[in-house]
């Protein structure tokens, strides 16, 4: 209604008052009228962006705070975001970074997470002063102010797009830092960290520096504290499987993850890609098998009757393929196979479903479990009375008809 009002414009030239408290009230006017796409495109289209970048460096702290504040909004805008760059925004946040006003440096580093948001202005925000505005975002990860080095995590994040953004982070020692917001007491620090590390870890030249034994430390501390939240429990998983695992899987035995991801793999509130993103890595590390023994001497009945109920929830096909492949990989280990046999039902509940299932890895997976089992008595004498060998001779019988098939198939191309 106000900018309907047409009272936008006389907002915007007071502005340039030379009263410091019109300025700020403008200002502060300005940032709540920019919380709506609309009016930043008005102020935008009214030449409000010029001032405000002028008021950015101005003496006075509350109309700092607050014509920051107001650019901070309109970043929101990627169309805004154009014109801020054209009239020199870039620079001038950049060096408010360093600003002594921790609200200040907060606001100019959200907003440059904003821009970075689009790989356009990589180019030009790290040509600025020959990387200056990595280094100086890479030291507000040490800010004591928690939202300020969870903001410059963000940040960062957005500019590591490409691979040369990615190894001058790594080669400008982030890793100590990120190690540090990891055993943060704060949750948001430990979000923003480990969603940078999670970028940085899809690239394989950065893979030798993240798997330093403090960083991993740090990760399976995290893991243990925030078995609940998803993000965090998603990246770290994610992180975890970024490794080359057959070449750490020492380093990563030697720390807390594994034993993080287990418990983890507990929580009934992660969300479902979090979870498949951890039953996803634990499938992974269960292929090593000195991995295996390490995960076999955390295994509980908890444990054992989540993984189970994982492998039968037919609804999450991914997640219940990853939880019955760590099922296999540890039934080698006597001391699961005594875990399993209190849930006997449930595990021919979902190998019947394995077995029925169209894709061949399914069907593989159930039979290569179902061997393994069989050599127990008690899971033998379970089978033959569910009649288990009567649905493998019909998969066997399929099997047969696809291979005659095939047969044809290929003599018909041949000739």
Same mark, same amino acid.
């Given at each position: 209604?106000?900018?309907?009002m047409?009272?936008?414009?006389?907002?915007?030239?007071?502005l340039?008052?030379?009263?410091p408290?019109?300025q700020?009230?403008?200002?502060?006017?300005?940032?709540?009228?920019a919380?709506?796409?609309s #009016?930043r495109?008005?102020?935008g289209?009214?030449g409000?962006?010029?001032p405000?970048?002028?008021?950015?460096?101005?003496y006075?702290?509350?109309?700092?705070q607050?014509? !920051?504040g107001?650019?901070?909004?309109?970043? %929101?805008?990627?169309?805004?975001?154009?014109v801020?760059?054209k009239?020199?925004?870039l620079?001038?946040?950049t060096?408010?970074l360093?600003?002594?006003d921790?609200? @200040?440096?907060?606001? *100019?580093?959200?907003a440059? *997470?904003?821009?970075?948001?689009?790989?356009?202005h990589h180019?030009?925000?790290?040509?600025?002063?020959?990387?200056f505005l990595?280094?100086?975002?890479?030291?507000l990860?040490s800010?004591s102010?928690g939202?300020?080095?969870s903001?410059?995590?963000?940040? &960062?994040r #957005?500019l590591?797009a490409g691979?040369?953004?990615?190894a001058e +982070?790594v080669?400008?020692d982030?890793?100590p830092r990120?190690?540090?917001?990891l055993v943060?007491s704060?949750e948001? !620090? #430990?979000?923003?960290a480990?969603?940078?590390?999670? @970028?940085?870890?899809?690239?394989?030249h950065?893979?030798?520096a993240?798997v330093?034994?403090?960083?991993?430390?740090s990760?399976?501390?995290?893991?243990?504290?925030?078995?609940?939240d998803?993000?965090?429990?998603?990246h770290?998983?994610?992180?975890?499987?970024? &490794? #080359?695992?057959s070449?750490n899987s020492?380093?990563?035995?030697?720390?807390?993850?594994v034993?993080?991801?287990?418990?983890? $793999?507990?929580s009934?509130?992660?969300?479902e890609?979090s979870?498949h993103y951890v039953?996803?890595? +634990?499938?992974?590390l269960?292929?090593q098998?000195? @991995?295996?023994?390490?995960m076999? /001497?955390?295994m509980?009945e908890?444990l054992? /009757?989540?993984?189970?109920r994982?492998?039968?929830?037919?609804?999450?096909t991914?997640t219940?393929f990853?939880?019955? *492949?760590?099922?296999?990989? $540890?039934i080698?280990?006597? /001391?699961m196979?005594l875990?399993?046999?209190?849930h006997i039902t449930e595990?021919q509940?979902?190998?019947?479903?394995?077995?029925?299932?169209?894709?061949?890895?399914?069907?593989?997976l159930?039979i290569?479990t179902?061997c393994?089992?069989q050599t127990?008595?008690e899971?033998?004498?379970?089978?033959?009375?569910s009649?288990?060998a /009567?649905?493998l001779?019909? !998969?066997?019988?399929?099997?047969?008809?696809t %291979?005659?098939?095939?047969?044809a198939?290929?003599c018909?191309?041949?000739s």
């Amino acid at each position: 209604m106000v900018v309907q009002m047409g009272l936008l414009e006389p907002i915007l030239d007071l502005l340039e008052s030379e009263d410091p408290t019109v300025q700020c009230n403008s200002c502060a006017c300005t940032m709540t009228l920019a919380v709506s796409e609309s #009016n930043r495109l008005a102020i935008g289209t009214a030449g409000g962006v010029t001032p405000l970048l002028s008021l950015a460096n101005s003496y006075d702290p509350r109309v700092q705070q607050n014509a !920051v504040g107001a650019i901070l909004n309109l970043t %929101q805008s990627e169309r805004i975001q154009l014109v801020l760059c054209k009239e020199g925004a870039l620079p001038v946040l950049t060096l408010l970074l360093e600003s002594p006003d921790s609200e @200040v440096q907060y606001y *100019s580093c959200a907003a440059l *997470s904003n821009i970075a948001a689009s790989a356009q202005h990589h180019e030009a925000m790290l040509r600025i002063g020959d990387r200056f505005l990595l280094r100086t975002l890479i030291s507000l990860l040490s800010s004591s102010v928690g939202k300020v080095s969870s903001q410059a995590c963000v940040c &960062l994040r #957005n500019l590591a797009a490409g691979a040369e953004a990615q190894a001058e +982070l790594v080669a400008k020692d982030v890793l100590p830092r990120l190690c540090s917001l990891l055993v943060s007491s704060s949750e948001d !620090v #430990n979000r923003a960290a480990v969603a940078l590390l999670w @970028v940085l870890s899809q690239y394989p030249h950065n893979q030798d520096a993240l798997v330093c034994t403090e960083l991993l430390q740090s990760l399976g501390m995290l893991l243990s504290l925030h078995t609940t939240d998803p993000v965090i429990a998603g990246h770290a998983a994610c992180i975890i499987r970024n &490794l #080359n695992l057959s070449k750490n899987s020492t380093r990563v035995i030697e720390s807390p993850c594994v034993e993080g991801l287990l418990h983890t $793999m507990l929580s009934i509130d992660i969300h479902e890609d979090s979870l498949h993103y951890v039953t996803s890595c +634990l499938a992974e590390l269960a292929k090593q098998e000195g @991995v295996t023994i390490h995960m076999v /001497k955390w295994m509980n009945e908890p444990l054992t /009757k989540r993984l189970v109920r994982l492998a039968g929830k037919w609804e999450h096909t991914e997640t219940s393929f990853q939880a019955a *492949s760590i099922i296999r990989h $540890m039934i080698e280990h006597e /001391k699961m196979m005594l875990l399993l046999k209190y849930h006997i039902t449930e595990i021919q509940a979902y190998l019947r479903n394995f077995l029925t299932h169209q894709e061949v890895r399914f069907q593989q997976l159930a039979i290569s479990t179902f061997c393994r089992l069989q050599t127990d008595p008690e899971f033998s004498l379970a089978f033959r009375k569910s009649q288990m060998a /009567k649905l493998l001779e019909q !998969v066997r019988q399929q099997t047969e008809e696809t %291979q005659e098939l095939l047969r044809a198939a290929i003599c018909h191309a041949d000739s």
